[in-house]
């Protein structure tokens, strides 16, 4: 059984759609990031964090995987030249993507006020216009970024493409609006967009 830790709007959504991919048991504990509640299991305030039998883990991207190996879903084997190829995607979607939209919230509303540049916004628009027209190519007659099989990367992808969507960027390529779409269409993602904290 697992325990999840953290708010439904946040990236907490990743790994509650991998345990609803992969069918595993597990409750909620809804607690907002910076929480007293949260600091005490994750000292630095951040979610998600997952407990696995007592052991605290940290990280979406990170979770996500380790359900992944633990439950041999939607990765490859480690060691293996398509297990290199599926964890250069992940990185390259945290590298453009996450990593991009994190500085466009923290300076819309995360950064203390005396500390945001509403500029920042503009620069963001534009890169995550550049960083999709590049990686749209690899999605070229494909259903997910390994081919036939998704994995790891593709839960990242969509879930930062659901978040650019919300912070009011547009997702300016058609190959990935309809690679949104189809991934949307899973159950399992259904299931935790209708969850509510
Ligand atoms: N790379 C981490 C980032 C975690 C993170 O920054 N989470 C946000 C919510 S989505 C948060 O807790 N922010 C609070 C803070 O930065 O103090 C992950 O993927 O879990």
């Known amino acids: 059984m697992y325990e999840v830790i953290g708010a439904i709007r946040s990236r907490t959504r990743r790994v509650l759609w991998m345990l609803e991919e992969?069918?595993?048991?597990?409750?909620?504990?809804a607690?907002?990031?910076?929480?007293d509640e949260v600091r005490a299991i994750n000292p630095t305030g951040k979610i998600p964090a997952l407990i696995v039998e007592g052991t605290v883990l940290t990280d979406s991207t990170a979770i996500v995987q380790f359900l992944a190996?633990?439950?041999a879903k939607f990765t490859f084997e480690t060691g293996t030249l398509e297990r290199a190829q599926q964890d250069g995607f992940t990185q390259r979607i945290l590298d453009e993507f996450d990593s991009i939209l994190w500085m466009a919230g923290?300076?819309?509303h995360y950064l203390p006020e005396?500390?945001?540049?509403?500029?920042?916004?503009n620069t963001?628009?534009?890169e995550l216009a550049r960083n999709m027209a590049a990686l749209a190519p690899d999605l070229d007659g494909k259903d997910?970024?390994?081919?036939?099989?998704?994995?790891?990367?593709d839960l990242i992808?969509?879930?930062?493409?659901?978040?650019?969507?919300?912070?009011g960027f547009e997702i300016s390529e058609p190959i990935l609006q309809d690679y949104a779409k189809r991934l949307r269409s899973r159950d399992a993602y259904r299931r935790t967009l209708a969850m509510r904290d």
């Open 114 to 121: 005396d500390e945001r540049i509403p500029e920042v916004r």
């Open 124 to 126: 963001v628009a534009k």
């Open 157 to 167: 992808l969509a879930h930062c493409l659901d978040w650019a969507k919300s912070a």
């Open 106 to 108: 923290r300076h819309d």
């Open 22 to 29: 992969i069918g595993a048991a597990y409750t909620r504990n």
């Open 144 to 153: 997910f970024l390994m081919g036939g099989v998704m994995t790891v990367p």
């Open 69 to 71: 190996d633990r439950h």
């Open 31 to 35: 607690a907002s990031a910076r929480s």
